[in-house]
Nanobody, 114 residues
Framework: QVTLVESGGGLVQAGRSLRLTCAASGSISSITVMGWYRQGPGKEREWVAHITSAGYPVYANSMKGRFTISRGNDKNTVYLQMNSLKPEDAAVYYC????????WGQGTQVTVSS
């Protein structure tokens, strides 16, 4: 019903920034929340942030101050702006959407070099 495609990952030097994009298609009218998880090597999947259909963002405590989640005006896209990246931020970042079901993107790799 809903397809999510992430983009924007890549290799970045520590201290610099990346912006991830999640594009939704399909039956998107039922979505009530969209957000991001990440999973680094040998780590559990970790919730990063979400934004509600009303545009209200919520962040994991460890992400506050460096990461910003936002939504496009058409509500078909969400963004994750990542600033001051650290090596421990390296992970596969997954977009998700919920509302009448839960949907996941395929993930986009973020690598941070020292």
């Amino acid at each position: 019903q809903v397809t999510l495609v992430e983009s924007g990952g890549g290799l970045v030097q520590a201290g610099r920034s990346l912006r991830l994009t999640c594009a939704a298609s399909g039956s998107i009218s039922s979505i009530t929340v969209m957000g991001w998880y990440r999973q680094g090597p040998g780590k559990e999947r970790e919730w990063v942030a979400h934004i509600t259909s009303a545009g209200y963002p919520v962040y994991a405590n460890s992400m506050k101050g460096r990461f910003t989640i936002s939504r496009g005006n058409d509500k078909n896209t969400v963004y994750l702006q990542m600033n001051s990246l650290k090596p421990e931020d390296a992970a596969v970042y997954y977009c998700y959407a919920a509302g009448g079901g839960t949907y996941w993107g395929q993930g986009t790799q973020v690598t941070v070099s020292s």
